[in-house]
Nanobody
């Protein structure tokens, strides 16, 4: 079992920065990748950035050069994924969700966090 707890959202002026954190606990050794997604009102949930257990990263074109994803693992019991968001724009406003990809016996599971609101005002 993997549990995810997100933090770090808030209200920020355009051009500002925020850092989101997602703490994973439980069977973190099983996590194959973690990522951040976002969903704005009336829109579908979309990938923002993800990172594999090997450290490979992937970013949406809209955030390349502005956002950075990274992870830290401590004591094999807790793994935290960060999303550093710089040069924020009003169009970055959304609920941001953390996701962990965990393999099961016969399938791949996606575990989601509860979401954290990011609001960017101009």
């Amino acid at each position: 079992q993997v549990q995810l707890v997100e933090s770090g959202g808030g209200l920020v002026q355009a051009g500002g920065s925020l850092r989101l954190s997602c703490a994973a606990s439980g069977s973190i050794f099983s996590i194959r990748a973690m990522g951040w997604y976002r969903q704005a009102p009336g829109k579908q949930r979309e990938l923002v950035a993800d990172i594999t257990s090997g450290g490979s990263t992937n970013y949406a074109d809209s955030v390349k050069g502005r956002f950075t994803i990274s992870t830290i693992s401590r004591d094999n019991a807790k793994k935290t994924v960060y999303l550093q968001m710089n040069s924020l724009k009003p169009e970055d406003t959304a609920v941001y969700y953390c996701k962990a990809v965990v393999p099961g016996t016969t399938t791949i599971y996606s575990i989601w966090g509860q979401g954290t609101q990011v609001t960017v005002f101009s």
